[in-house]
């Protein structure tokens, strides 16, 4: 029988509930009288300690035997507050609650059930609880609720806040016995990490097989029960021959063999097998494999197969967005923040940003990546044809209305994530239905009565300011801040003057273009604001390299659509022809194209066109 010492911080109010054979608890235990009661319990025949997180320190200095603290819980915490609205009368005021850095507590899911404002402190010592206490005193706080030790000092201390004391369950002290009393017979260390290893696979959604040396199964995922229609306990400690029928596996733990992908027959169902060699210094000491139903990964395929046939994958990444500006850097740093908060996001920037690159991107970081990503312009379509298409309808809603009815996007993006761009155009009818859907998490099919719920998260996009259109009244207040949860603004480009040598040689490149044309595109392309943006320059990327491999040098963007006279090969007529005075070749070159840029009002890019050069070439020729 295990002996284990309780050294509890507070009276019982239920000491026949912990009446347990071979314990003995002690209480009212705080850092103070704790040292003594510590140091006598080896002596006792005690074989392990429980105690609370305020003297765990003490008592580790006062013995060597295994301990287990104990952390105050939710329900101790809140009957601890509750007792000091309700026996002390204190409400409405500032509560300081000391706890041990250990706990993980989080005030905010406590909140709506008390009548306090309550601030955590944490301590690792009593150096800790001395320090926190003298803050709690700096900020007049109303008063403390903390242990054993935390009251003992603020007496000692003369605090003039009054403290009062966290309650501990007999639920907590049942729940660490069972504990420790599981440790001590499996050895503390060896029994984590064998649960640990045993939920790991269990959680695999294929089943997992380990043996020895010899071939002996060791370990086993509860998924190879149900494949066996047996328990883990009867597999285990059994030869993987013997139990799967299969002698191949053989080579594997003796040989060192690895062999992937080999079917299996289970009774009426195949399955494809993957198995390797477990090797600790270059010695052979077991093997692992799975078995993975050949139907499921038919399944998985086709249900692959069928998102991409309909458009539901998300295909861009972070690492498909090319930056090197240290602000799209923060801007692309907080969306891969988002992108683990299950939450709504709301990307505002210029058209032609990329507000659909970093929505797919924070879907596939995201924890719905396996789920379909669903987007839709919410400029492209009429408000009724929008809202069959986002809410789906049932058969027979209007004319034309396909037989059975229509899912949803709301309905396809379940699990998954719903893109909504241009958001800003959503009339105000379907502004009320989208909020609907936000709150209730359901949808109503266009002629339908059955509401449907829905898991998705929303990424909603605009290219102008929804706060400007909310001030403006023309869009709902409610619903922008239903979808301003995480906001995300992208710059444009000519905020971002630093990527656009990068932009320009991955298109560039794309379409096969040399050095001598990324140059001249790179200098045509640093003097424009690219209103466009992104979008823009890359069509006038791939317009302009088509020019140059025909031989023609590109323009200038914003140049070219600009009128015929203005581009014409004519030179102006100011009196005749150009007269160049004899000289060398090279002199006679500058002063040829000098006159040229002078006749086209210094604009070199229209003298190249005309001399049939490179605009490099002209710069070069008047150097």
């Known amino acids: 029988m295990n002996k284990i010492a309780v050294l509890w911080p507070n009276r019982l109010l239920h000491p026949e509930q912990v009446d347990i054979p071979g314990v003995r608890v002690y209480e009212g235990m705080g850092a103070l009288n704790t040292p003594e009661t510590a140091a006598g319990l080896k002596d ?85 609880i001395i320090q926190a206490q003298r803050r709690i005193a700096e900020q007049n706080f109303d008063a403390i609720v903390t242990g054993p030790t935390g009251l003992t000092l603020s007496r000692e201390r003369g605090l003039e806040i009054p403290a009062y004391p966290l309650l501990y369950s007999e639920e907590s002290l049942l729940e660490a016995v069972a504990q420790i009393n599981r440790i001590l017979d499996a050895g503390r260390q060896e029994l984590l990490r064998a649960k640990q290893a045993q939920a790991a696979i269990d959680a695999a959604p294929y089943a997992i097989l380990a043996t020895d040396a010899g071939g002996v199964i060791n370990l086993c995922s509860r998924r190879v029960g149900d494949i066996l229609s047996s328990t883990q306990e009867r597999i285990l400690n059994h ?27 289970l009774g009426e169902t195949d399955y494809f097998s993957t198995r390797m060699p477990i090797i600790q210094k270059g010695q052979i000491i077991g093997s692992v494999g799975t078995l993975q139903e050949v139907e499921q990964i038919q399944a998985m395929e086709h249900k692959l197969r069928s998102l991409r046939a309909r458009g539901l994958t998300a295909q861009y990444r972070f690492e498909d967005i090319i930056f090197h500006s240290d602000r799209m850097g923060r801007v692309l740093q907080q969306a891969r923040v988002y992108a683990a908060a299950d939450l709504t996001v709301l990307i505002e920037g210029e058209t032609g940003t990329g507000k659909e690159m970093v929505a797919q991107s924070i879907h596939n970081e995201s924890p719905r990546r396996s789920g379909p990503f669903v987007a839709i312009n919410c400029a492209a379509l009429a408000e009724s044809l929008l809202e069959s298409e986002l809410m789906g309808y049932e058969e027979g809603a209007f004319t034309g209305a396909k037989k059975g009815g229509k899912l949803g996007l709301f309905e396809l993006a379940h699990n998954g994530t719903l893109f909504l761009d241009e958001v800003n155009q959503l009339s105000p009818a379907l502004q009320s239905k989208l909020l609907r859907v936000i709150q209730e998490r359901t949808v ?63 298109f560039a490149r794309r379409k096969g273009a040399d050095e001598l044309c990324i140059q001249i595109l790179y200098e045509n392309a640093a003097r424009y604001s690219w209103p ?34 203005e581009t014409d090969q004519a030179l102006p007529e100011e009196g005749g022809g150009i007269r160049v005075p004899l000289g060398t070749l090279a002199e006679m070159e500058k002063e040829l194209v000098a006159q040229v840029v002078q006749r086209m009002g210094g604009n070199r890019a229209k003298a190249a066109r005309f001399l049939g050069i490179t605009r490099n070439t002209v710069s070069s020729k008047l150097r």
């Open 44 to 128: 006792g025949g005690f074989h392990a300690v429980i105690c609370t997180g305020g003297i765990e320190t003490v008592v580790r200095q006062a013995t060597d035997l295994p301990i287990y603290v104990v952390t105050s819980g939710y329900i101790d915490v809140l009957e601890s507050l509750h007792q000091l609205e309700n026996a002390y009368g204190i409400r409405d005021r500032r509560v300081a609650l000391l706890l041990h850095e250990n706990n993980p507590i989080q005030l905010s899911r406590l909140a709506p059930f008390v009548q306090n404002r309550v601030t955590k402190f944490v301590f690792s010592d009593r150096a800790g």
């Open 239 to 265: 030869s993987i021959g013997e139990v799967l029928g299969d002698p191949s596996w053989q080579q594997v733990y003796t040989r060192g063999v690895t062999q992937r992908e080999v079917l299996v027959r």
């Open 444 to 506: 109503i099919r266009v002629g339908g009565t059955r509401m449907i719920p829905v898991n998705v998260r929303i990424i909603a996009a605009s290219n102008e300011s929804l706060k400007k259109k909310v001030q403006a009244g023309l869009f709902r207040s409610d619903l922008y801040y239903r979808i301003n949860i995480l906001p995300l603004q992208l710059p444009a480009l000519r905020e971002r003057q630093e990527d656009l040598l990068s932009l320009i040689e991955c």
């Open 532 to 565: 466009g943006n992104i979008r823009e320059l890359e069509n006038y990327v791939w317009r302009s390299v088509v020019l140059y491999e025909q031989g023609i040098c590109p323009a200038c963007p914003g140049e070219e659509d600009a009128p015929p006279e």
